[in-house]
């Protein structure tokens, strides 16, 4: 099994050097260049903008390329995150060989590896994204025995010049096809290269949004991933949005993960699957449906529901859509297959069924029950999330659930299966609270939390302060009233964050 998982593995190191990306050393590394004539070593790395940086070798030699890959290279971090000091300002970048992949944009033959960021004495910097998201999954595995495993839905808008041959059908574009749907060939390459550079893919769809202006088509696909270890799940979605920008670059379209691309359209959502693993067993469920440790473990994320926010919803536009009858979640509640909640449990193939011999009366074997597929949803980020941060905030929440006493009591008063909105349940929208409805009142939340952020060193205060200060800065209180039935500026402000994180 082993050997074809590796055979069919679409990473061409994993194929060439016959084992899983989690067992490359640096000598396999090596032998990789060399073996396939790689020119160019791209270091990549996230800093405070949340984008992809690289710096670039040339491959001159093996000495050189051990000295490289043994010791990293040293970059100005002053210039990479606002809160080090230009008198002090050094940073080493050191490559992390499970995360090398081939350069699928290069013409020159170029390998690329996401990096860790250290200081002049060696150790991890503290307030690094990356180190932040490995200190809070380390506190959890440490207090509770699990592993946390996430995936993304990672939505986006193609904007093109119009075609009106096959033209779009206004919010009727989910699951749409050739010729109906103008950039599946965007997304299908986009797909192969994430898979190719070791992101796991679930699927790809085109997605609700779909409308026309004068000169634009403007057209929403997904891609959505599986579950991996938390760490390994940012590192795939920061590398899928450069992938997919870079082919927008190459056929000369616009790609937006912007929460909302205009008032009365499907905005763009980056919901957040995750799972609790105890080695390979997927704890969410047991026989009677979802576990005791999935409901607390909800229960954790609702009662931090409100502070998240600060990481999972960084820009004014993200408040645009997160309004009622959009299929965004506005209270902090749960429930099942509920798309306007905050948390949603989705089908999970829990029970034991026999749908695919009914649709294949051939099929004469056994039919194996796989279980193990239940995840739970975090419907409110959006493209304009701080990865890194939102994940290492969720893990936090999500510890905190599992060792509360009270969890199992909140995820019972806070389940939802109505729409909320309706007339007949007032009452109970009533007795529910409200997310943040701008930056502002986001960031007033985090520092309400702060405290709990910074336990145990996770979050250092700096970063917080840092979160705060960006959030108020916007000064969007009462946006979306001041900004009602304005176009124009609605506009104006959409153009401003079209290219978020």
Same mark, same amino acid.
């Given at each position: 099994?082993?050997?074809?998982?590796?055979?069919?593995?679409?990473?061409?190191?994993?194929?060439?050097?016959?084992?899983?990306?989690?067992?490359?050393?640096?000598?396999?590394?090596?032998?990789?260049?060399?073996?396939?004539?790689?020119?160019?070593?791209?270091?990549?790395?996230?800093?405070?903008?949340?984008?992809?940086?690289?710096?670039?070798?040339?491959?001159?030699?093996?000495?050189?390329?051990?000295?490289?890959?043994?010791?990293?290279?040293?970059?100005?971090?002053?210039?990479?995150?606002?809160?080090?000091?230009?008198?002090?300002?050094?940073?080493?970048?050191?490559?992390?060989?499970?995360?090398?992949?081939?350069?699928? %944009?290069?013409?020159?033959?170029? !390998?690329?590896? !996401?990096?860790?960021?250290?200081?002049?004495?060696?150790?991890?910097?503290?307030?690094?994204?990356?180190?932040?998201?490995?200190?809070?999954?380390?506190?959890?595995?440490?207090?509770?025995?699990?592993?946390?495993?996430?995936?993304?839905?990672?939505?986006?808008?193609?904007?093109?010049?119009?075609?009106?041959?096959?033209?779009?059908?206004?919010?009727?574009?989910?699951?749409?096809?050739?010729?109906?749907?103008?950039?599946?060939?965007?997304?299908?390459?986009?797909?192969?290269?994430?898979?190719?550079?070791?992101?796991?893919?679930?699927?790809?769809?085109?997605?609700?949004?779909?409308?026309?202006?004068?000169?634009?088509?403007?057209?929403?696909?997904?891609?959505?991933?599986?579950?991996?270890?938390?760490?390994?799940?940012?590192?795939?979605?920061?590398?899928?949005?450069?992938?997919?920008?870079?082919?927008?670059?190459?056929?000369?379209?616009?790609?937006?993960?912007?929460?909302?691309?205009?008032?009365?359209?499907?905005?763009?959502?980056?919901?957040?699957?995750?799972?609790?693993?105890?080695?390979?067993?997927?704890?969410?469920?047991?026989?009677?449906?979802?576990?005791?440790?999935?409901?607390?473990?909800?229960?954790? $994320?609702?009662?931090?529901?409100?502070?998240?926010?600060?990481?999972?919803?960084? $820009?004014?536009?993200?408040?645009?859509?997160?309004?009622?009858?959009?299929?965004?979640?506005?209270?902090?509640?749960?429930?099942?297959?509920?798309?306007?909640?905050?948390?949603?449990?989705?089908?999970?193939?829990?029970?034991?069924?026999?749908?695919?011999?009914?649709?294949?009366?051939?099929?004469?074997?056994?039919?194996? /029950?796989?279980?193990?597929?239940?995840?739970?949803?975090?419907?409110?980020?959006?493209?304009?999330?701080?990865?890194?941060?939102?994940?290492?905030?969720? $893990?936090?929440?999500?510890?905190?659930?599992?060792?509360?006493?009270?969890?199992?009591?909140?995820?019972?008063?806070?389940?939802?299966?109505?729409? $909320?909105?309706?007339?007949?349940?007032?009452?109970? !929208?009533?007795?529910?609270?409200?997310?943040?409805?701008?930056?502002?009142?986001?960031?007033?939340?985090?520092?309400?939390?702060?405290? %709990? /952020?910074?336990?145990?060193?996770?979050?250092?205060?700096?970063?917080?302060?840092? %979160?705060?200060?960006?959030?108020?800065? /916007?000064?969007?209180?009462? !946006?979306?009233?001041?900004?009602?039935?304005?176009?124009?500026?609605?506009?104006?402000?959409?153009?401003?964050?079209?290219?978020?994180?």
């Amino acid at each position: 099994m082993r050997d074809l998982e590796i055979l069919m593995n679409p990473n061409k190191l994993v194929t060439h050097l016959q084992k899983p990306s989690s067992e490359f050393t640096k000598y396999d590394i090596i032998k990789f260049i060399y073996d396939n004539k790689i020119e160019m070593l791209n270091f990549r790395y996230v800093a405070q903008d949340g984008k992809l940086k690289a710096l670039n070798f040339v491959i001159t030699g093996k000495d050189y390329l051990e000295s490289i890959l043994s010791t990293g290279e040293r970059v100005d971090g002053s210039s990479l995150f606002s809160y080090i000091h230009a008198d002090s300002s050094d940073l080493y970048v050191i490559p992390r060989f499970s995360t090398a992949f081939v350069n699928p %944009f290069s013409e020159t033959p170029t !390998l690329d590896i !996401l990096c860790s960021f250290y200081t002049r004495d060696g150790k991890p910097l503290e307030s690094a994204p990356e180190y932040i998201l490995r200190k809070a999954h380390k506190d959890f595995q440490q207090a509770t025995g699990y592993t946390f495993k996430a995936m993304g839905e990672l939505e986006y808008y193609v904007i093109s010049t119009k075609n009106d041959l096959y033209p779009s059908i206004d919010q009727k574009g989910y699951h749409s096809s050739e010729p109906f749907a103008n950039n599946e060939n965007l997304r299908l390459e986009a797909m192969k290269l994430i898979a190719q550079c070791g992101g796991k893919i679930k699927y790809g769809h085109s997605e609700v949004g779909n409308f026309s202006t004068e000169t634009h088509r403007y057209e929403q696909h997904e891609i959505e991933f599986t579950p991996v270890n938390a760490e390994e799940t940012v590192d795939q979605l920061v590398i899928a949005k450069w992938i997919i920008r870079m082919l927008g670059k190459k056929y000369g379209v616009v790609v937006s993960f912007a929460p909302k691309i205009t008032v009365g359209k499907a905005g763009s959502g980056l919901h957040i699957h995750f799972q609790i693993n105890k080695g390979d067993k997927n704890l969410m469920t047991n026989d009677k449906g979802l576990s005791d440790i999935a409901k607390k473990v909800i229960a954790g $994320i609702l009662d931090k529901a409100q502070s998240l926010t600060a990481f999972g919803n960084t $820009i004014p536009v993200s408040y645009l859509r997160l309004v009622p009858h959009q299929e965004a979640p506005t209270m902090v509640c749960w429930g099942d297959s509920n798309r306007s909640v905050l948390v949603r449990v989705p089908l999970g193939w829990i029970a034991k069924t026999h749908m695919i011999k009914d649709a294949n009366p051939q099929e004469r074997g056994e039919v194996p /029950y796989i279980p193990g597929k239940q995840t739970v949803e975090l419907r409110v980020p959006d493209g304009s999330a701080d990865l890194y941060h939102l994940l290492s905030g969720m $893990i936090m929440a999500a510890k905190d659930g599992i060792l509360s006493d009270k969890s199992l009591q909140r995820a019972e008063d806070l389940y939802v299966n109505v729409n $909320i909105f309706r007339k007949e349940n007032e009452n109970i !929208l009533k007795r529910l609270v409200a997310l943040p409805a701008s930056c502002s009142e986001s960031a007033d939340f985090l520092e309400k939390d702060r405290n %709990f /952020y910074e336990q145990n060193s996770i979050f250092p205060s700096g970063t917080i302060d840092l %979160f705060i200060k960006k959030l108020k800065s /916007y000064q969007d209180e009462n !946006l979306s009233e001041k900004l009602f039935g304005n176009n124009v500026e609605i506009k104006k402000l959409v153009d401003e964050y079209l290219h978020c994180m």
